[in-house]
Nanobody, 120 residues
Framework: VQLQASGGGLVQPGGSLRLSCAAS????????MGWHRQAPGKQRELVAT???????NYADSVKDRFTISRDNAKNTAYLQMNSLKPEDTAVYYC???????????????WGQGTLVTVSS
């Protein structure tokens, strides 16, 4: 069971990127999923979360610029990032609460991170 994050890269200020986080393996169900980021020399911070029912929550710094979504049929979450700023530069990690079978509890899994660089 793993989460695979992808979609990072180099983009100019004001540009857009779309990150994907795909959960794979033997998974019974997925609860909330989220995106976090860690800039050089800073602590990891929460960017956005989405529940299994589609309710979302955003950090103030990304509200109205970033949109989190998910495709439950594909076990995948997305982060659409628009109007990117240099301060958005960071390694972006996805997370998900996964339940591997009927009897197990939900456990948080993390993806490996994808680098987003916003620079001219």
């Amino acid at each position: 069971v793993q989460l695979q994050a992808s979609g990072g890269g180099l983009v100019q200020p004001g540009g857009s990127l779309r990150l994907s986080c795909a959960a794979s393996g033997s998974i019974f169900s997925i609860d909330a999923m989220g995106w976090h980021r860690q800039a050089p020399g800073k602590q990891r911070e929460l960017v956005a979360t989405i529940t299994s029912g589609g309710s979302t929550n955003y950090a103030d710094s990304v509200k109205d610029r970033f949109t989190i979504s998910r495709d439950n049929a594909k076990n995948t979450a997305y982060l659409q990032m628009n109007s990117l700023k240099p301060e958005d530069t960071a390694v972006y990690y996805c997370s998900g609460g996964l339940k591997l079978n009927y009897y197990s509890a939900y456990r948080i899994y993390w993806g490996q991170g994808t680098l987003v660089t916003v620079s001219s």
